[in-house]
């Protein structure tokens, strides 16, 4: 395809604005920017915790810390999209509007799948092997579970959409530049299929979770408790309260989503993806509230998990008792 044709196009829809950025172009730049600082910074932190504890990173904590980063690699493309605002060249091929929207896809799917991963991890340790579970298997499993979250992340969220775009886009927003068939057939099943999948597993995994919790009672009130009991209530209850973390996780993002996808589907399947339409624009705010939740699950990682906590509070402490960040 002859470039300057693809170039033709985007000037004749506003792309290049030589005029400068309008009021509402820089209150979008600072928010924007304001979220990425925000998110990952947050995160960061949490990274940093994890990696100072090693004794931390055990199979569970190692899944919840992929979410982790995939949250700040949607911080780090926020920076992306701040610039692009400001340096319209960014935006001048199909090309880069397909990377704008694969730096938020990756990100996305990274996580829609770490939490597919981590749902799958408790219910093998509430479900299926609630005695023999292990959380600190061989350094092979951390390797397949990050090559299980990751490459298909990389698949779906980079490569799929840099080859399966609009080349000559009426705007460089996500329903125009992506195209229908990708939207109908892959993006939009693809969450709602996951959405289902995880509520069955969730549901069956708080069944056998109370089943468990009531067998606990049970053996507690009688008058000699079996050799090991008192073991296995202190494993079982603390991958309950491991799971009411994932089930928080999960909840609070396709809560933030939730806008998003409706939104897209209705115009999707309606047929009508203007983009000046009011729907359009519905959609477009509801992605700060995407960022929104990557930029609260660090307070969500840290309110679930006590341990996280409490190093969290000893990282500041020794900050705080540093000569260098003393106030003068």
């Known amino acids: 395809m002859n470039p300057n044709l693809t170039i033709q196009c985007f000037e004749n829809d506003h792309i290049i604005n ?19 600082v925000g ?32 949250d700040f690699a949607f911080g780090c493309s926020l920076l992306y999209n701040c610039l692009a605002k400001v340096l319209r060249k960014l935006m001048l091929s199909h090309n880069l509007c397909a990377l704008r ?17 981590i749902t799958c991890n408790r219910y093998f340790a509430i479900v299926l092997e609630p005695l023999t ?4 298997p061989s350094p092979r ?26 080349l000559c886009p ?26 289902i999948l995880l509520m069955a597993l969730y549901a069956h995994i708080i069944f056998t979770a109370k089943k468990h919790l009531r067998n606990i009672t049970d053996s507690a009130g009688q008058p000699q408790e079996p050799p090991g009991q008192p073991q296995e ?17 999960f909840t609070t993002f396709y809560i933030s989503w939730l806008p998003f996808l409706v939104t897209l589907g209705i115009q999707l ?14 959609r477009t705010l509801s992605i700060i509230l995407i960022a929104v939740n990557s930029l609260a699950n660090p307070v969500i990682y840290a309110y679930r998990l006590p341990y996280l906590k409490s190093e969290l509070s000893t990282m500041f402490s020794n900050w705080r008792k540093f000569p260098s960040c003393r106030v003068k």
């Open 233 to 249: 209530s202190v494993h079982v209850k603390g991958d309950i309260k491991m799971f009411k973390a994932c089930l928080l996780i």
């Open 39 to 70: 998110i990952c910074l947050g995160n960061g932190l949490i990274i940093a915790t994890f990696m100072r504890i090693r004794k931390l990173l055990t199979l569970s904590n190692y899944l919840i810390l992929q979410l982790v980063l995939a």
């Open 170 to 195: 009426p705007g460089c927003t996500f329903s125009l530049i992506m195209t229908t068939t990708y939207l109908k057939y892959m993006f939009m099943p693809f969450f709602v299929l996951v959405a």
């Open 18 to 36: 030589r005029e400068g950025l309008p009021p509402t172009e820089w209150v979008s730049f600072g928010m924007n920017l304001t979220l990425m």
């Open 133 to 136: 579970y292990q959380d600190n």
């Open 269 to 282: 399947y309606s047929g009508h993806l203007e983009e000046a339409s009011l729907m359009s624009k519905a």
């Open 101 to 117: 929207q694969a730096l938020y896809l990756f990100p996305g799917t990274a996580s829609v799948i770490g939490i597919v991963v």
């Open 141 to 166: 499993y951390y390797v397949m579970h990050t090559l299980i979250i990751w490459i298909p992340s990389a698949v779906l969220g980079i490569l799929v959409p840099m080859m399966w775009h609009n």
